[in-house]
């Protein structure tokens, strides 16, 4: 078993005066754009980078919850220099965490004029309204309702604004690396994981069987994705530990630097927990490399279990030992 407790991005807005900026690599605020367009659709924009992990589903999936649509209808615009705020770069977990909550923003900020213009239009108060389905219904029975197309048309006509910025940064103090005071991180995930290990005592051949891990995220916006990500950190995490071995001059490709295939790859069982009692701003977390960190460690204490042997190098090489 291994555990830890890692810290997602940064925050406070950058480094401490005369501070290289490359040690604070991750702190500074996420940014985002939302705009309704006149077919009543969402264009979601920010500068973040999707490198595979979800990033793209997860941002529409947050707009879509706080305006009442389904996530389909939300485009989102990732890392285009040209159309898209910075939102900071794609390290350190930090991305569902400080861009998702500048999407967040941003969209209750859209939710609120949207029901301001269709109180107009319906002649109805702000209070007796809803967004849901895309639609801006009274709470009537059967309620009097009108779309989202007719209300980004009647602002557009008003010259009203359709687009709507958010920002979020963490409010957390300065860190400076040199004394080792201050704050460094903004919000911290932790995870356990066990590892069941077969070892042959007779040629030293390790397998995994068997990974579980148990990680607390927060609340997960894209299920699958939070999944997918702790299933491939754990096959990172047995390459690190049993295979990927560098030699400089003597490793020139896959011949000799090998990775996990799939036979390689033991049975695991992802629990997430937390989320419960969190405020809003602290609902969802990263998960990225702490999904990959406790891997090797629980690997090495399974074979220490087995074998009495403490491995302190790694990929582990048992053959010297049985």
Known sequence: MASIWYGIGGGGGGPTPGQDPALTV?????????????????????????????????????????LGVPSERVTVYLGDTAMCPDAGPTVGSRVTFFVGN????????????????????LVRPFADLELRDGRVET?????????????????????????????????????????????????????????????DTQTGAIRVLRVVAAHDVGRPVFMEGVVGQIEGGVAMGVGFALKEEFVPGETRGFKQYQVPRTRDMPEILTILVGGAGEPPEQEAKGVAECSNMVVAPAIANAIAHAMGVRVLDLPARLVDRV
């Open 26 to 66: 991750g702190r500074g605020p996420g940014r985002a754009e939302l705009e309704l367009r006149e077919d009543g659709s969402m264009s979601l924009r920010t500068g973040a980078g999707d490198l595979g992990q979800g990033t793209a589903t997860a941002m529409a999936i947050i707009a879509a919850e706080e």
């Open 139 to 199: 709470r009537d029975d059967p309620p009097e309702s009108v779309s989202l197309s007719e209300v980004a048309r009647a602002r557009s006509a008003a010259g009203h604004a359709n687009t709507f910025k958010g920002y979020f940064d963490a409010d957390v103090p300065a860190y400076d690396v040199g004394s080792g005071l201050g704050e460094p991180y903004a919000m911290y995930v932790s995870g356990t994981q066990m590892a069941e290990v077969e070892v």
């Open 102 to 121: 500048a999407v967040r923003s941003a969209a209750a900020d859209l939710h609120e004029a949207i029901l301001g213009t269709a109180s107009g239009l």
